[in-house]
């Protein structure tokens, strides 16, 4: 078959998943990304059930390992930093994983490993710049970049995160954004220097407040403590998205007096630093592409961080778009001929792809948004969550895997697919 020529906005987990796959199978693939160069920072994650497989199928097991974070488990603590259970981590012979798994790793090691193997494969990185407009064709689709530069590609991909401008030009001038807010629902993240304690072990902390209040720290380095805080709160519905001085206030003035640490990790936030907030939401389309535009990761489907499993969607759907592009549209070994059916075969993959994706997604983003606040309101009382900390003990001393309880690790009756055309070399 002739061989595609891609664009995909987002050099993120997603875009460079994907390109890693198109480009192994021959296509001439681009990818836009507007930050100045590869975003090879930001907060520790996993990856859970098909991910791993598809990690495998990759090639890239041993660089992974590489890079894996030490986490050994997590803990929950009072006020007054004592434990009140721990949840230690599970390995893949466990089956289903804990919070803390086997694959935790940093988000820019998972991104510069998928990066430097979709680069090793031909992929072409343009960093600095993002799509402009586009104007799909039918047979092609017109890109402007912000750069100035025009080109013309035969599919354009939106993997630029949950608040994907990609997605806002497919749905058109006017039309209801995709992504639905949490309520409330926000989360801090930065790092902050403190080095390991004589005795300190490699731990995840979480500690709950009164008032929808929370504090996770972590570290993968010696040297450093990865910070998560926020809770519920409508402090910042009237912050603007990205100005960082004004977060961090609103954000310092919800958390004051929440206790345990919280003074001295605010006085930290409140310096220079890699200091980022995400107003959490989920993302749910009828159908992810329209003509020549298709969506992947979390401008498709943004499952929130309530499921743990953003990264393992985001590499299964990369995984499956490119498999199907690659069933239907075949390698790109060929050159284009004056008669094609390019067109028809761009539709049917990316019709396949959402019909075959979607039933994970559902299971996934299942009753994130649904039901009411009962839990949240109940652990925003003192009272709350210390009976959610007998709660916590009772299952830490049974042993049992809350991971699996919480998270949307287990997605049932559905088999990831075998793409001959992903996995066979040329």
Same mark, same amino acid.
């Given at each position: ?23 192994? $199978?021959?296509?001439?693939?681009? @990818?836009? +990304? ?9 907060? #520790? ?5 098909? !991910?791993? +497989? ?6 890239? #097991? ?5 890079? /894996? ?7 929950? $603590? ?21 919070? &803390?798994? +086997? ?25 600095? &710049?993002?799509? *402009? ?7 092609? /689709? ?5 750069? %100035? ?34 309520? %409330? ?19 995840? &902390? ?20 990865? @910070?998560?805080? !926020?809770?519920?709160?409508? @402090? ?34 409140? &310096? ?5 907030? *995400? ?14 535009? /298709? ?20 590499? /299964? ?47 996934? #983003?299942?009753?994130?948004?649904? %039901? ?12 709350? $969550? ?7 003990? @009772? ?32």
């Amino acid at each position: 078959m002739p061989r595609l020529k891609i664009l995909i906005s987002g050099g993120g987990i997603a875009g460079n998943a994907l390109a890693y796959w198109l480009s192994k $199978i021959g296509h001439d693939i681009t @990818v836009v +990304e507007r930050f100045s160069s590869l975003r090879d920072s930001g907060l #520790q994650l996993d990856l859970r059930g098909h !991910g791993i +497989e598809v990690m495998k199928r990759m090639g890239l #097991q041993e660089a992974f390992k590489a890079k /894996v974070a030490p986490e050994k488990g997590i803990q929950l $603590i009072d006020k007054r930093g004592r434990r009140r259970a721990f949840f230690p981590a599970t390995t893949a012979e466990d089956g289903v994983q804990n919070f &803390t798994t +086997e694959f935790e790793i940093m988000r820019g090691d998972i991104c510069r490993i998928l990066y430097d193997a979709a680069v090793k494969h031909g992929a072409k990185f343009i960093f600095g &710049t993002s799509i *402009e407009n586009y104007d799909d064709k039918g047979s092609s /689709v017109a890109v402007r970049l912000e750069n %100035g530069r025009e080109d013309s590609f035969d599919l354009v991909v939106g993997a630029d995160g949950l608040n994907s401008r990609t997605r806002k030009m497919m749905l058109g001038p006017g039309a209801k954004d995709a992504a639905h807010p949490l309520d %409330g629902v926000m989360a801090g993240y930065f790092t902050m220097p403190k080095p390991m304690q004589q005795g300190e072990e490699y731990l995840a &902390t979480f500690y709950i407040a009164p008032g929808n209040r929370a504090i996770m720290v972590r570290r993968s380095h010696p040297e450093t403590l990865q @910070v998560y805080i !926020g809770g519920k709160t409508h @402090v910042l519905d009237s912050v603007a998205r990205g100005d960082v001085k004004a977060e961090k206030e609103a954000l310092t003035e919800f958390m004051r007096g929440a206790g345990w640490e919280t003074e001295n990790i605010l006085k930290a936030m409140n &310096t220079d630093n890699d200091f980022y907030l *995400e107003r959490m939401a989920i993302v749910k389309l009828d159908q992810w592409f329209r003509g020549r535009v /298709v969506l992947v990761g979390d401008a498709a489907w943004c499952p929130t961080a309530n499921t743990g499993m953003g990264t393992t969607s985001s590499i /299964v759907g990369a995984y499956i778009l490119a498999g199907e592009i690659g069933r239907h549209c075949g390698r790109g070994t060929a050159k284009k001929s004056g008669k094609s059916d390019i067109g028809a075969n761009i539709d049917k993959a990316l019709t396949s792809y959402d019909a075959k994706f979607r039933p994970f997604i559902d299971q996934v #983003q299942k009753g994130i948004r649904e %039901g009411s606040d009962w839990g949240t309101s109940f652990m925003s009382t003192a009272f709350g $969550i210390s009976l959610m900390h007998v709660f916590a003990a @009772v299952l830490a001393f049974f042993r049992v895997n809350v991971g699996a309880m919480m998270l949307k690790e287990q997605v049932k009756d559905w088999d990831l697919p075998d793409y001959e055309e992903l996995l066979n070399e040329a």
